[in-house]
């Protein structure tokens, strides 16, 4: 049980473009997920935290503008690089935690997103 | 600022031994405490959590411990095998209340040689 996907797994995309990234909890409802980065040889980073139904709270340094993230139900987040440049590379991996769970506050990560702008 | 810090950076030792890697934090107001493990490329999986009214979780071969007076955490691996190798990061929820995402450290990268 427990399992959250990412999607796409990586993609190249050319500079300028816009990408989107799904993140799903398979076989539980999230009230809450949260949005990392990760750079080369660097610890993840948070970027946002996503609620169902209400805006995201993004993180000091992190343009909402720049990353959208939708939370639109309980087992789906997204989030979009719009206009992406090459120093938006990085691996982007969603965490949820479980609605029922919210007490034990175990995060569950999805396996990664790796983008390349090119 | 809320900081985790990880040492050693990266460890290489023989198979068979017993090993303990090092989680210290800037705020003992801690919520809870997660030793994750990352191989090369893939997504985090989670070790053991360890909540602010605890002093030590166990899971097999590992045991992990917190104190939070003096903001640190041990990761101890018994009998290490070469599937052990892999980076280890630990995480932690300053604020809680189920809310808030993790700060992580920068990991221990680790090598079991057979």
């Known amino acids: 049980g427990a399992v959250v996907s990412q999607h796409p797994s990586w993609v190249i995309c050319k500079s300028g473009t816009s990408v989107k990234i799904e993140c799903r909890s398979l076989d539980f409802q999230a009230t809450t997920m949260f949005w990392y980065r990760q750079f080369p040889k660097q610890s993840l980073m948070l970027m946002a935290t996503?609620?169902?139904?209400?805006?995201?709270?993004?993180e000091q340094g992190v343009e909402k503008d720049k990353f959208l993230i939708n939370h639109a139900s309980l087992t789906l987040s997204t989030l979009t690089v719009t206009s992406a440049h090459p120093e938006d590379s990085s691996f982007y991996i969603c965490?949820?935690?479980?609605?029922?769970?919210?007490?034990?506050?175990?995060?569950?990560f999805g396996p990664g997103t790796r983008l390349l702008v090119l | 600022k809320q900081e985790v810090t990880q040492i050693p950076a990266a460890l290489s030792v023989p198979e068979g031994e017993n090993l303990v890697l090092n989680c210290s934090f800037t705020d003992s107001a801690i919520y809870n405490l997660q030793w994750f493990r990352q191989d090369p490329g893939k997504g985090l999986t989670s070790l053991l959590l360890i909540q602010s009214s605890q002093r030590e979780q166990t899971s097999g071969r590992l045991n992990a411990s917190l104190d939070k007076s003096s903001g640190r955490s041990t990761l101890y691996i018994a009998a290490s095998q070469p599937g052990d190798s892999a980076t280890y990061l630990c995480?932690?929820?300053?604020?809680?209340?189920?809310?808030?995402?993790?700060?992580f450290g920068k990991g221990t990268h680790l090598i079991i040689q057979p």
């Open positions: 965490s949820a935690r479980e609605r029922e769970e919210i007490f034990k506050e175990t995060q569950y």
């Open positions: 995480a932690v929820s300053f604020s809680g209340g189920g809310a808030d995402g993790l700060t």
């Open positions: 996503s609620n169902e139904g209400s805006k995201a709270t993004y």
